[in-house]
């Protein structure tokens, strides 16, 4: 019964978290905020426990693995691009992914956060599905993980290329690149409504990112931040 | 529907061969991950054909932020972590998510500006 009721609760309020952002467009009402903001207000307001929606909705945390793997069509169809411009977009990729790392560790670590804590809020600039994998294998919190993602990605939607352009960034190509490294996923669809352009190099940028934060992330909290 | 099944088959067959590769040899990578390779290693390979998982694909893309709010309600479940650190958090990621932001548009710009514009995608 938990079962029905969590996973038909969880697909409506998000069909209808969906439909709310598709009419207004605005960024703060991103369907995935409004949808987890929603389920855990019924949550608590039901008195019912958060371990009873997890067993409920078990089987829709198992789809993130087969969603991970479905990441490699679109890189694989991008690979043109990547290959004539590998140079610059792996520098742009790997010094973007180092300097998410270590400014997230370093201001976290300054205010005495813990390892889990740095180690799950330092993946935030990765798509949430692979940012909660590498996580759960660090023993960190894949929750935390996924929300820092979460921000970042809203973030990014609602004040990304405004930010973008008040800091002098004005190349298509770059304006993509600083959104698909930096908020992922929503990030690129709100490239996609700048340009083309923007939104191309974006799928680059998260699909670059996601692969070098696969690599690299997990050996290097084995050896730094354990 | 014939496309899309054969698609999501060939998907989470990936999947299950990077999980148990994973758990079978200890690797540190999570086998989702192990998966992505795999298949890009297929694709790459030709041994599957891109049209064969492009419409999966796009599917379960499509489904997966359905799939992050069941994982993120659960954050609710932390109370003490989020009355003990939620300011911190926020305001780091705000500050460092903008941050990320200017410093790859401007590396970007810079490495960028020397092509010529007729080199478009």
């Given at each position: 019964m938990n079962f029905l009721i969590w996973s038909f609760a969880t697909i409506a309020t998000f069909a209808a978290a969906r439909w709310l952002f598709q009419r207004t467009?605005?960024?703060?009402?991103h369907p995935v905020l409004v949808s987890t903001l929603t389920l855990v207000a019924v949550v608590e307001a039901t008195g019912r426990h958060y371990a009873e929606y997890a067993q409920g909705t078990q089987w829709m945390g198992w789809i993130l693995g087969p969603g991970v793997v479905a990441m490699a069509a679109p890189v694989y169809h991008l690979r043109r691009l990547i290959f004539t411009r590998a140079g610059v977009l792996l520098t742009v990729v790997l010094s973007a992914l180092a300097f998410s790392l270590a400014t997230t560790a370093g201001v976290l670590a300054l205010c005495g956060a813990g390892r889990e804590i740095i180690q799950s809020l330092s993946?935030?600039?990765?798509t949430a599905a692979v940012a909660m994998a590498i996580a759960r294998e660090a023993h960190a919190f894949p929750v935390v993980a996924g929300i820092g993602a979460m921000f970042a990605a809203v973030l990014g939607a609602a004040l990304g290329p405004w930010m973008l352009h008040r800091a002098g960034v004005r190349d298509p190509r770059a304006v993509g690149l600083a959104l698909g490294c930096g908020s992922h996923a929503v990030g690129t669809a709100r490239a996609f409504e700048l340009g083309e352009e923007q939104g191309t190099f974006a799928s680059v940028g998260l699909s670059l990112t996601t692969l070098a934060a696969a690599l690299i992330c997990p050996p290097l909290f084995m050896l730094f931040l354990r | 529907m014939g496309r899309t099944g054969l698609g999501l088959a060939v998907i989470t067959g990936c999947f299950l061969a990077g999980d148990f590769a994973k758990r079978r040899l200890?690797?540190?990578?999570p086998g989702s991950v192990l998966g992505l390779f795999l298949l890009l290693g297929l694709l790459g390979a030709r041994i599957i054909r891109y049209e064969w998982v492009e419409e999966a694909s796009r599917l379960l893309i499509f489904v997966l932020p359905t799939c992050f709010v069941t994982l993120y309600v659960?954050?609710?479940?932390?109370r003490t972590l989020w009355r003990e650190w939620g300011a911190v958090i926020a305001g780091t990621l705000t500050l460092t998510v903008v941050l990320l932001w200017i410093f790859t548009g401007r590396l970007a710009q810079r490495l960028l500006r020397p092509t010529t514009r007729t080199n478009k995608p």
């Open positions: 467009k605005f960024p703060l009402l993946l935030k600039a990765v | 200890g690797l540190i990578l659960m954050a609710g479940a932390e």
